[in-house]
């Protein structure tokens, strides 16, 4: 089994700053493409931030310039720095990983359970 766990959500006031982990536990082999998405309500699911194994990274346009998206190979740990927040950022925040198990030539994507991010005005 493998499991994603974020932390580090929370209330801040617009303009703040908050920093999200996810980290990867259980039976891995090796971790791809990591990313960070997020859902607000009555809103679809969507990217906010990527990084490959190798931390090669990707980020909406929106968050631009205020996310930074980092990775630990070592910890199997995803990070998202977020800056300038604003209350539009406001949204369920979810881990994703592409997990390739010891012993299988494929890999599989896993979800975090996700952790609630909000900015007051």
């Known amino acids: 089994q493998v499991q994603l766990v974020e932390s580090g959500g929370g209330l801040v006031q617009a303009g703040g700053s908050l920093r999200l982990s996810c980290v990867a536990s259980?039976?891995?082999?090796?971790?791809?493409?990591m990313a960070w998405y997020r859902q607000a309500p009555g809103q679809q699911r969507e990217s906010v931030a990527t990084i490959t194994w190798d931390s090669n990274s990707n980020y909406v346009d929106s968050v631009k310039g205020r996310f930074t998206i980092s990775r630990d190979n070592a910890k199997n740990t995803v990070y998202l720095q977020m800056n300038s927040l604003k209350p539009e950022d406001s949204a369920v925040y979810y881990c994703?990983?592409?997990?390739?198990?010891?012993?299988?030539?494929?890999?599989?994507?896993?979800w975090g359970q996700g952790t609630q991010v909000t900015v007051s005005s």
């Open positions: 259980g039976s891995i082999g090796n971790i791809n493409d």
């Open positions: 994703n990983a592409d997990i390739r198990r010891p012993g299988l030539p494929w890999t599989d994507n896993y």
